[in-house]
């Protein structure tokens, strides 16, 4: 099995910044693709922000050049660097990674989540 630890999220002012990163352990050969999500109130989860392991990057429309995803391949870890936040950033952000294991099957595993909210 895989685990996935988040943390970095809190409270943060209306353009502030914030920095999340998600380290994963377990059965792990390779991460194909490692990212975030978030999940605001009442709304479904949606991707924020994924890199896969060549360095490509997909990020959505509403984030674009304000955060950056990066990873440490060997470390098995992911960030988010937030910056300029705004209210509508409030969220619950998970961590998801497309993990093959030593027997060469590929699962999606998820963290249990951690809280960002900005307000003034």
């Known amino acids: 099995q895989v685990q996935l630890v988040e943390s970095g999220g809190g409270l943060v002012q209306p353009g502030g910044s914030l920095r999340l990163s998600c380290v994963a352990s377990?059965?792990?050969?390779?991460?194909?693709?490692m990212g975030w999500y978030r999940q605001g109130p009442g709304k479904q989860r949606d991707l924020v922000a994924a890199?896969?392991?060549?360095?490509?990057?997909n990020y959505a429309d509403s984030v674009k050049g304000r955060f950056t995803v990066s990873r440490d391949i060997a470390q098995n870890t992911v960030y988010l660097q937030m910056n300029g936040l705004k209210v509508e950033d409030t969220a619950v952000y998970h961590c998801?990674?497309?993990?093959?294991?030593?027997?060469?099957?590929?699962?999606?595993?998820w963290g249990p989540g951690t809280q960002v909210t900005v307000s003034s």
């Open positions: 998801n990674a497309d993990v093959e294991n030593t027997l060469g099957s590929v699962e999606g595993f």
């Open positions: 377990g059965n792990i050969f390779m991460i194909h693709v």
């Open positions: 890199m896969a392991k060549d360095g490509s990057t």
